[in-house]
């Protein structure tokens, strides 16, 4: 049987770690064969035309090979567009980054959320700081509704009953959206939660969630939060953990 061999492929490096002396292990997400293992022969050598190149937050044409369960690194090349993002950008790409090693399945295709997560990194790139973390709810929400892991917006979970416009919710790992108190900070009108599911099921998502998360970001993170460590069956996520660490020094 002839060993499959793949050209062009768009990608992201989410991840990389060491394999021998000269050679590394990537975690990459491509645009059509989703989280895949690739071995890098050689790229730590100071010769390697691959080693500037295969860093995180890159946009990438790579070529592999192989069948195994972590195929081999062919060509890489560097499509340009952005330097590598540095401060609370850095931190918040490789926040997303950990995101996709948690909760996606290797050699899962994901065309829709690799698309998303290059527009993403764009925003991330641009040092437009303001949008930032709208950009990281929209992707949040995203990821989410992609994995099945996302109930529907315009409806309690447990009832379908239709959301009353005024009344409040909260989005919770177990329940689903479920009606909370007034008093409740974490939580969401009814109005406010229809937006975000309409947004969702635009033709160009990202942007409408970008904009629908930006009028409620102060409600919707906390609540986001909690679901995707209950997801990624951890208390606090090791990126979040070391912007905390680095804040308090």
């Given at each position: ?156 979970t447990m009832t379908l009953v239709a ?87």
């Amino acid at each position: 049987m002839a060993t499959q061999r793949i050209s062009d492929e768009p990608a992201y490096v989410l991840h990389r770690y060491d394999w021998s002396e000269s050679s590394l292990i990537l975690e990459v997400f491509t645009r059509h064969h989703g989280r895949i293992a690739l071995v890098a022969k050689g790229v730590k050598r100071p010769s390697s035309s691959f080693r500037p190149i295969l860093l995180p937050l890159q946009p990438l044409h790579v070529a592999f090979g192989g069948d195994a369960e972590i195929r081999t690194l062919k060509a890489a090349e560097w499509q340009g567009g952005h330097v590598m993002p540095t401060g609370d950008a850095l931190m918040s790409g490789l926040y997303l980054n950990e995101l996709l090693l948690t909760l996606l399945a290797r050699d899962d295709p994901h065309t829709r959320l690799f698309d998303v997560y290059a527009q993403v990194v764009q925003v991330i790139a641009s040092e437009h700081g303001e949008a930032l973390q709208s950009a990281l709810r929209a992707f949040e929400l995203l990821l989410l509704r992609e994995i099945g892991l996302l109930p529907l917006l315009d409806a309690q979970t447990m009832t379908l009953v239709a959301l009353d416009p005024e009344g409040r919710y909260s989005l919770v790992p177990e329940g689903g959206l479920r009606q909370t108190h007034d008093a409740d900070r974490a939580s969401l009108s009814g109005r406010q939660w229809v937006a975000l599911q309409q947004s969702l099921a635009e033709s160009k998502p990202f942007t409408a969630t970008l904009r629908a998360c930006s009028e409620v970001m102060a409600q919707l993170k906390p609540q986001l939060r909690t679901l995707l460590n209950y997801h990624c069956g951890v208390t606090t996520l090791r990126t979040r953990q070391m912007m905390i660490d680095l804040q308090s020094l």
